[in-house]
């Protein structure tokens, strides 16, 4: 793994707008950075990312296996009591869940490490899939990186395929918060995968959905809700005025409400009490279990339900510094032993592998200076040459 410095396409930006990616400099900061970027051998990328993601996903099953099986494990991961059986019949009816991020720490020496699990709205998912593999295309036209090169990437393609499992009758809705642009780019790419898997969609903000007098879901124009790919935290459908009706309604969700148990921080330290030892997992407990005192005076405390690096605090000698202020932490944190992002030239990449209906599918690389890898970190692309 090295990080190597790449000239830029002159017309980098034209061709981002010309793609639809119009979200590489928000408000003037850089996001999308091709400056530089990640050389990985394939046998890191198949050794040491792809091979333990897959291993981990399977793992995180036998943890919601426990968890619908244990209502004190749902207590614990702060999920609501009204909304206990519905996550539990989600995973009991074997609801299909499309994708997820694993982020890891790794360097190219040793294992890498899972820091957390994105398993519910992670995004980044265009430039993944998409911007990034036109850079190494016209990288390697251009003569700035070497013929040859490939890139862990497959999203695309399975995303597509994924969608046409579902078995969706009926229009899709795909649904986001108003006024995220970010957001908004990630649900329309992912509205032309599903049209690219032959269904219908309709897309909406999560504000404008309504309530028929059946119980039902609708859109602006009435139409029923059945299928509804949301771009919105479990966690926060769950606290909406609305959320009641959820387990009622009828309407099907992507991701299924089991994805609520892998989504929160309360995984890693279900995932070390299930499998301690795992040479991917790094050292996690709830912060009120006992045990969590053997991680001494160096560690990470995570809010179960943290969002972009926020209230996550840095305890190392037994001193603590806290990165970005937040709402969360009110319902409850886990330890996990300190492992530090390695820093290249002075950046610190997280490896970011991505997960389509399960299986190991992409990658992506997030930089920054700091400790926690913040929504302003810059992507940078990877490409992989023996």
Known sequence: MERLPV????????????HGFTFHTP???????????YRFTLREIEDDLEDPA????????????????????????????????????????RERNLYGRMDFRYDGNGQAKLYEYNADTPTSLYESAIFQ?????????????????????SLHERLTGAFGRFGIEGPLHLACARDTDEDLGTIEY?????????????????????????????????????WLFKLYPWEWLMEEEFGS?????????????????????????LLW???????????????????????????????????????????ENGR?????????GAEGFVRQALAPLPSFDGRRPMCGVWLVASEPAGMCIREDEGAVTTDDACFVPHFILD
């Open 27 to 37: 408000d003037g900061e850089r996001y999308w950075d091709e400056t530089h970027a």
């Open 54 to 93: 897959e291993e981990l996903e399977q793992m995180c099953f036998e943890v919601v296996e426990q968890a619908v099986a244990d209502e004190e494990v749902l207590k614990r991961l702060a999920i609501p009591e009204m909304f206990r059986d519905y996550v539990a019949g989600s995973w009991r009816n």
């Open 273 to 315: 009490e299930m499998f301690e030892g795992h040479p991917n997992l790094l050292p996690a407990f709830f912060e009120d279990d006992p045990k969590a005192a053997s991680l001494g005076g160096r560690y990470v405390r995570k809010p179960l339900l943290s969002r972009e690096g926020a209230n996550i605090t840095f305890v």
């Open 190 to 226: 992912l509205e032309d995968c599903a049209r690219q898997a032959g269904l219908a969609t309709r897309r909406m903000f999560i504000e404008d959905i309504g309530l028929a007098d059946n119980g039902r879901f609708t859109d602006l124009d009435d139409e029923p809700v059945r």
């Open 7 to 18: 000239r830029p396409r002159d017309n980098w930006r034209e061709v981002a707008e010309a």
């Open 320 to 328: 603590a510094s806290t990165g970005i202020d937040g709402p969360y």
């Open 133 to 153: 593999w036109v850079w190494l295309e016209q990288a390697m036209e251009q003569g700035l990186i070497p013929e040859g090169a490939d890139q862990f990437n």
């Open 245 to 269: 009706r959820i387990p009622g309604s009828g309407a099907q969700f992507i991701e299924p409400g089991w994805k609520a148990v892998l989504s929160n921080k309360g995984l890693l330290a």
